[in-house]
């Protein structure tokens, strides 16, 4: 979903654009093709919620906020198509409001997308982080007792990476099974959803030192709660992730390990026509590109026989095989010996800061079982 300072909007240079008594931030003046054609929007239906959202956005990155926030309320007071906007609306004014030092401000509109009818989990899941983020109270979700329909993580705690991990900027998030006794302590934990690369280790290792409140502890019908353990990097300047890795050894046989990745800034794509426009839908619909690479693992560590396996677009697939060739492994061996080993590795390209709930929700190895040849973490 949008992440404002994250989504690559095309028109930037918005400068000379003036505010006008009759057209609100659209003027006559000449401006980018993009930004015209959401105040043409505003012509002809002066109540355009999503016109008003894009508009708002491109003044927010211009850091003009208070233009920003009048057109997001425009939003709001509009058509309110598509859904989304008004959820989204929302949260970008408790933005504006946060930035600016009012907090209470901020806090009330964060809360106004917890109590929406139509609700949204992705909308949810960053209102809900961005109380957090400024120390807020979090209305309590009730559930019926006796609910099996708690299917999302009840909480989300830290975790260290692991070198091999961090070396490969693998990210995502490792789900974990318990449960939380009275007292807040988990036990009987598995991990339901794996990353490898030591990180399902370290993530059962957080759980089963962490202490959870009442208010965290959401429990099915079994009696377990579900645990997210977060991986992701905010620091990353390139817009591709890796967000999946399947290695497939012999029997007998060690996996590969990562030694080097490189994933190329700022964008990280060719900068063809066809390539920015394709770039700049997704970014504005919040919806990440996707691409899933197979390949071998020499006996130097070199990947070899490069295939797409699936690709949102023909044209992802080979924007992702072009960085796969630079990688570098540590090869798998077998009685001392290097040997060839398959490899699988899904790869996203969307915002620099990578949401958990983007990530599984348009993950393509999210429930497979091979997801665990990874790794097998000793559950205890």
Not at 14 to 39: H, K, N
Not at 62 to 68: K, L, P, R, S, V
Not at 105 to 134: F, G, M, N
Not at 371 to 379: E, L, Y
Request: with cysteine; net charge negative.
């Amino acid at each position: 979903m949008i992440r404002l300072r994250s989504v690559v909007i095309v028109a930037l240079a918005l400068a000379s654009v003036a505010y006008s008594q009759d057209l609100g931030p659209c003027s006559s003046q000449p401006s980018p093709q993009e930004f015209e054609t959401y105040c043409q929007a505003l012509r002809i239906n002066p109540r355009s919620s999503i016109a008003h959202f894009r508009v708002a956005e491109m003044f927010f990155l211009q850091d003009n906020f208070q233009t920003a926030a009048n057109e997001f309320r425009g939003a709001l007071d509009g058509d309110l198509e598509p859904r989304w906007v008004e959820s989204w609306s929302h949260i970008a004014l408790g933005r504006i409001f946060s930035i600016t030092n009012q907090k209470d401000r901020a806090v009330h509109e964060y809360k106004q997308v917890l109590i929406l009818p139509d609700r949204l989990t992705d909308a949810e899941s960053e209102a809900t982080r961005l109380l957090k983020e400024i120390n807020a109270d979090i209305p309590l979700r009730l559930f019926p007792a006796g609910s099996d329909k708690v299917t999302e993580p009840a909480t989300a705690i830290p975790a260290e990476y692991s070198g091999e991990a961090r070396n490969a900027e693998l990210e995502g998030t490792v789900l974990i099974d318990a449960m939380v006794s009275d007292g807040g302590l988990a036990h009987d934990s598995k991990v339901t959803r794996p990353l490898g690369l030591g990180l399902d280790e370290n993530a059962l290792n957080s759980v089963r030192s962490a202490l959870f409140t009442a208010d965290q502890v959401n429990r099915n019908a079994s009696g377990r709660t579900a645990i997210a353990v977060d991986f992701f990097l905010p620091l990353k300047l390139s817009r591709w992730h890796l967000t999946g890795v399947i290695f497939d050894p012999p029997p007998g046989a060690s996996r590969p390990e990562f030694v080097k990745t490189v994933y190329p800034p700022p964008a990280g794509i060719v900068f063809l026509p066809e390539v920015r426009e394709r770039g700049s839908v997704l970014a504005a619909i919040g919806r990440p590109a996707t691409a899933v690479v197979g390949f071998d693992i020499d006996e130097q560590g070199r990947p070899s026989n490069i295939q797409v396996q699936t690709a949102s677009d023909p044209m992802w697939g080979s924007q992702a095989t072009d960085i796969v060739k630079e990688w570098r492994f540590k090869p798998g061996t077998k009685d001392g010996k290097p040997l060839p080993v398959p490899c699988s590795i899904e790869l996203m390209w969307g915002p620099r800061k990578l949401s958990a709930t983007v990530a599984s929700q348009f993950s393509q190895f999210r429930g497979l079982a091979t997801t665990s040849r990874i790794d097998q973490p000793t559950v205890k």
